[in-house]
């Protein structure tokens, strides 16, 4: 199994910045692509960012420019830094990894536990 911890998020004022880290653990062959989705009361989850294991990143139209997505690869971790913060980006965030347990075994999606982000006006 795969295991993501994720730590960071609360409480900031707009303008202001988040730094959001999650850290995959257990027992796995190889981990993918690693990303954040989130989603809001009412919405259903969205992808903010993804990063390959190469370093190549994507994001979601609304947070390029303010949000960057990385990743340790030895520690097998994923950071979200948010700058720039809006009430609109106030949402509960998801850890994502795609991990193969296997050499030869299918990829699989793992989530983290959520972390809420909240952003006042």
């Known amino acids: 199994q795969v295991q993501l911890v994720e730590s960071g998020g609360g409480l900031v004022q707009a303008g202001g910045s988040l730094r959001l880290s999650c850290a995959a653990s257990?027992?796995?062959?190889?981990?993918?692509?690693m990303g954040w989705y989130r989603q809001a009361p009412g919405k259903q989850r969205e992808v903010v960012a993804a990063?390959?294991?190469?370093?190549?990143?994507n994001y979601a139209d609304s947070v390029k420019g303010r949000f960057t997505v990385s990743r340790d690869n030895a520690e097998n971790t994923v950071y979200l830094q948010m700058n720039s913060l809006k009430p609109e980006d106030s949402a509960v965030y998801y850890c994502n990894a795609r991990a193969r347990r296997f050499r030869f075994s299918s990829e699989y999606d793992y989530w983290g536990q959520g972390s809420q982000v909240t952003v006042s006006s």
């Open positions: 990063i390959s294991s190469g370093g190549t990143t």
């Open positions: 257990g027992a796995f062959f190889s981990i993918n692509a």
